[in-house]
């Protein structure tokens, strides 16, 4: 199947009434009272560590660097040896186990062969490094005066460090770095590995050991280094970084997003976010994931960029609320992000396993329960969701085998899925084990839960990927989640646009949309010409997407936070500990109904 070209400037926003993208691709947070703790480039790093150590009373100091996976530790060497010419140096790669035993010790995490699934690790740093290597590290760097530098990956287990740097790296820069084929996964080095393979290995095994020491350590960091841009660091103190995720803890912000293409993607995304690139198409558009997208952290004219996930793990309480850390942890249990057909192909046709199957054998405590909110459609829009009311579960099982096996046959899914046509502000609803997928020239906002990798495919319309191979099909696994029970009579009872007015106002209501009783989230529609009251209660994180109108502004009641302004199709997070805030149109709206669609965690099921 061909991929369409871009529409005509104007095509789409012209549709929604906008005269231009306002869209913020680079959103920032401005930290308050840490601009003097900021430093950008080499020569200030070095000197502010020079002052550091030259502070230490002591006549032997241990600096170490402390890389998350992903971090060019080469670079971090080639530029800290100028800076300390007289210092040892102690790259921790030397402490590492062999690659072979790194390979065996997590083989039974990445499930074997399978190109796409594995169980999310118990394997710590200290797992992966030689026990005797790693304590001839640590006597080493202890011996002689002077000052040691100690780098790489588990710096932190390798030495007793009397100051602590963490060089840090969002996940997206990682996996673009894999695809680039820059960077190996821990402990090994990866080159020549399939991007999809190394990202795997970094989804199930690395980001989670990293994490773990990263939550362990984050209270004693004395610096943290973006490290995002080659060759342009920035580095703030550790007292900035938790000052700095304090103030973002109790305001509403954005996160950093990103944007991918893929073989069904469209040409809404490109216009509408205002993205200029030799990209064939978007189909992915992330806006709120923590767990991938970075936060970007304004210190005078500093932009700092650094894991969103950092925020979840330092100030857990405050961003998601008691009653949801109690049942998730730290981990952000919402994601909001686009999935653009238009112009473009139908979604693979797909299922997502339930909870317990996500328990046993992929070790998640939760499972992806979503929706699609339509932000756009054309005329032919449409959705793929639940089965049809006749349908034999051991044809469809079949035919969809026959399919993946015989190039050229196709499923004839007319014969066994249900299929809805769709316009703007649908909201579908997919409790796991409903099948589903979105069909060509139709914009899916995407409510759900964060594990967003566990996605089994069932068909995907006889079509190779952007790299010219097929993509991964897991019929197997899927039939042993589907809920033959969800037929065309039963997902319109109980899926489609299910709204509710649950209040109203001067110049506002309010309607519930969702979800399914079986998910824990909660989605909320507000229409307004006038202020609209929100409150979180302390109790559950907020995520807002504006989807219809320019310009809205969210402003505390109690001046506890400056007026924040969103746009079109932005979405933004507000904290529990916020309470309660409003939101009123913006300039560009006044007179006019606009609406945001706001999700929440079910706290009183």
């Known amino acids: ?24 691709k680079e959103p920032a947070v401005a930290i308050v009272g840490f601009d003097d703790q900021c430093w950008r480039g080499w020569d200030a790093i070095g000197r502010t560590l020079h002052a550091a150590v030259a502070l230490r009373s002591s006549a032997r100091t241990i600096l170490a660097v402390e890389c998350y996976s992903g971090v060019q530790e080469a670079e971090v060497f080639a530029r800290l040896k100028p800076i300390f010419p007289n210092a040892r140096f102690f790259p921790t790669a030397e402490a590492f186990k062999s690659p072979a035993e790194i390979a065996e010790m997590t083989a039974a995490d990445l499930c074997g062969d399978d190109p796409v699934f594995g169980r999310l690790t118990c394997l710590t740093m200290a797992d992966f490094l030689d026990n005797a290597k790693r304590e001839s590290l640590r006597a080493h760097s202890a011996t002689g005066l002077g000052l040691s530098v100690v780098a790489g990956s588990g710096a932190l287990l390798c030495c007793d460090p009397d100051i602590i740097v963490f060089a840090d790296m969002p996940r997206r820069e990682a996996q673009l770095r894999q695809r680039n084929q820059t960077i190996g996964n821990l402990g090994l080095p990866g080159l020549g590995v399939k991007a999809s393979l190394q990202y795997k290995r970094g989804f199930f095994i690395d980001w989670r050991v990293c994490d773990k020491l990263k939550q362990a350590t984050m209270d004693r960091w004395d610096y943290l280094i973006d490290t995002c841009t080659t060759g342009d660091p920035k580095m703030i103190s550790g007292e900035a970084l938790r000052g700095g995720l304090r103030q973002v803890a109790h305001r509403p912000f954005r996160m950093k997003p990103f944007f991918d293409p893929g073989v069904w993607g469209g040409q809404w995304i490109r216009e509408v976010c205002d993205i200029e690139s030799a990209a064939p198409n978007y189909a992915w558009g992330f806006d709120c994931v923590p767990e991938e997208n970075s936060l970007v952290l304004g210190f005078g004219d500093i932009p700092v960029e650094i894991p969103a996930i950092n925020l979840v793990f330092l100030h857990p309480e405050d961003l998601l609320g008691e009653p949801v850390f109690g049942r998730f942890g730290a981990e952000f249990p919402i994601r909001f992000d686009f999935l653009d057909t238009m112009q473009g192909q139908n979604l693979s046709f797909q299922v997502h396993p339930d909870v317990d199957y996500a328990r046993e054998h992929f070790g998640l405590s939760y499972t992806q329960d979503e929706s699609y909110y339509i932000l756009d459609a054309g005329p032919d829009a449409s959705v793929y969701l639940g089965l049809a009311d006749t349908v034999d579960a051991e044809k469809m099982m079949a035919d969809l085998a026959m399919a993946q096996s015989a190039p050229g046959q196709p499923f004839p899914d007319a014969d066994h899925v249900a299929k809805w046509s769709a316009k703007k502000h649908d909201h579908f609803l997919i409790p796991a084990g409903t099948c589903h997928c979105s069909g060509r020239n139709t914009m899916v906002l995407e409510i759900s839960h964060t594990p967003y990798i566990f996605t089994f495919k069932l068909w995907d319309w006889a079509r190779v990927d952007l790299d010219g ?11 042993e989640v589907i809920r033959w029970d969800r037929t065309r009579a039963w997902v319109g009872r109980h899926l489609i646009n299910r709204v509710e007015i649950v209040a109203h106002g001067d110049g506002w209501r309010e309607e519930r949309t969702g979800l399914h009783g079986s998910q824990a989230l909660e989605t909320r529609r507000h229409w307004f010409t006038k202020t609209v009251p929100h409150d979180t209660r302390g109790e559950s994180v907020h995520v807002l997407n504006l989807v219809e109108g320019a310009e809205a502004v969210v402003e505390s009641p109690s001046n506890a936070f400056a007026p924040f302004i969103v746009h079109y199709a932005e979405t933004f997070i507000v904290p529990a500990a916020v309470g309660p805030y409003t939101i009123r149109p913006g300039k560009p709206c006044q007179g006019k109904e606009i609406a945001t669609i706001k999700a929440l965690v079910r706290t009183n099921a």
């Open 469 to 479: 191979l097929p993509r991964p099909i897991n019929i197997e696994r899927g039939r």
């Open 1 to 24: 199947m061909s991929i369409d070209r871009p529409s005509p400037a104007g095509h789409y926003l012209e549709r929604l009434g906008l005269a231009k993208s306002n869209y913020d």
